[in-house]
């Protein structure tokens, strides 16, 4: 979502974008510019690198960018190699733990960013640990900003398709994203037998493998398997269709690792923008901006006490309200990309580019 973000903002601003992708690009992926470079097959370690690095060559030699932005590590470190002295951007949006050898490389090729951007306060605090020498810059992951939301119904529809009882009216809690134990889906399954009857649980995303077996079947285990609904993969544009229709957004992320610990969740601002309450992690900046906007609540990775807010915004029609209008304000007011982008090197290039 922050390329894709990026792109979109760009677009707005007549400013031309061209991606380099690592991975094959589906026509589900929507990503918003006609020039992506993208291998034909799935490729990686050394030959994905090559890749990356032949295809950035060539287009910098075919036009001269104002500005290159290397998303996460590895494109930061094919980035770094190009033959162009535009302003280099380090856009972190996860950082890389896997190999002792990572944060090494980081530094090295972050001797060449201008600007390195980060989702969250946290993050910053990470970038300085690792030596990063470039001015660090807070980007939170917020959508573009919305000004007109899709009619609401796409979700039930599909609720009811699948034989839902009551679809149209049912509270939805709803996760949208990766599939994985941090994702705190497992726990929001112990919380079904808890909540009001016929609430159902929509997880939109794919993949997910042993773990998403395994909630389906602690969902049996409890008797709600009924209740709980995998919706197929959509691409980023067509998200707003099925949020519209949420009760609320389950936006939990549980510490299984460096990056969850600080979370920095594109899928609380997509909520905010479509109107929707969230419960997220407490304890972190995330949840202080949540709860200083007014736009959900925040509880620790507990299933009693995440059942409490679940619960809360279910049955309390007017606090449900209240706090979707709160949230829906703030993105509209605040938390949108366009004002994430104005005070970092790409906001001065697209004032210029205005002017």
Known sequence: PPLLNTVRVSAARGIRSVVVASVPLAARDAVPTPEVVAPARVRGGAAQLTFLAAAGARLVRSFRPDLVVGH???????????????????????????????????????????????????????????????????????????????????????????????????????????????????????????????????????????????????????????????????????????LVDATVGMTLYAPTGPNAAAPAPNKVYECMAAGVPVVVTHGNSIARMVEASGAGLSVPVDVARLTDALRTFIVDDALRKLMGSAAREAHLARYHYESELAPTIFGALSASTAS
């Open 72 to 242: 996460n590590m590895r494109g930061l470190g094919v980035a770094s190699l190009l033959p162009t002295r535009a302003p280099l951007v380090y856009h972190c949006h996860d950082f890389e733990h896997a190999n002792a050898w990572i944060p090494r490389v980081e530094w090295a090729a972050s001797l060449r960013a201008t600007e390195v951007w980060v989702p969250a306060e946290e993050r910053r605090d990470r970038a300085a640990a690792l030596g990063l020498r470039a001015p660090v810059r807070v980007v939170e992951n917020c959508p573009v900003r919305m000004g007109e939301l899709p009619a609401p119904g796409r979700l039930r529809r599909w609720l009811a398709s699948e034989g839902v009882p009551n679809a149209d009216t049912v509270p939805i809690v709803l996760r949208h994203g990766g599939i994985g134990r941090s994702q705190c889906i497992l726990e929001t399954v112990e919380t079904l037998p808890q909540l009001p009857r016929g609430t159902v649980f929509v997880v939109v995303g794919e993949g997910g493998g042993a773990y998403r077996e395994r909630c389906i079947a602690r969902a049996a285990e409890l008797g709600v398997g009924d209740r709980l609904r995998f919706h197929p993969f959509v691409s980023h544009g067509e998200l707003w269709e099925l």
